[in-house]
């Protein structure tokens, strides 16, 4: 997998990444977006291109998260684990609403 640049100013935060699942993309979290590594390479997701995120219909589907892009773009983001009964994709989805009200709110004051 080629080596992820990052862009002038953003810092990566934190990882996910499920080294034993191969099905499981590593997700690089950085303060601009994430970054989601797939064989071909990485794939970058802007916090501020994200119109609408979409979780797991129910507890049985816990494969992922989708985010709803600008230009009518929509994209699957695996979150495959899980701790016992808490499946990581539901934690992923609120970080992710969370993230979006903080640059919504951060849009509306600039």
């Known amino acids: 997998m080629p080596s992820i640049m990052l862009r ?10 499920i080294v034993e699942d191969e099905l499981q993309p590593p997700i ?4 601009f977006g994430l970054y989601v590594g797939f064989p071909e390479g990485w794939k970058t ?3 501020q291109g994200i119109l609408d995120e979409h979780g797991p219909a129910s507890k ?15 994209f699957f983001i695996p979150v495959r ?3 016992r009964q808490l499946r990581d994709a539901f934690s992923f989805l609120q970080f992710l609403l969370s993230v979006a009200r903080v640059v919504r ?3 509306l004051f600039e």
């Open 8 to 17: 002038p100013g953003e810092t990566a935060l934190g990882i996910y990444e």
């Open 28 to 31: 690089v979290v950085t303060d």
């Open 45 to 47: 997701v802007d916090y």
């Open 60 to 74: 049985e589907e816990i494969s992922g998260v989708t985010v709803d892009l600008l230009e009518d773009k929509q």
């Open 81 to 83: 684990g899980a701790r």
């Open 105 to 107: 709110k951060r849009e």
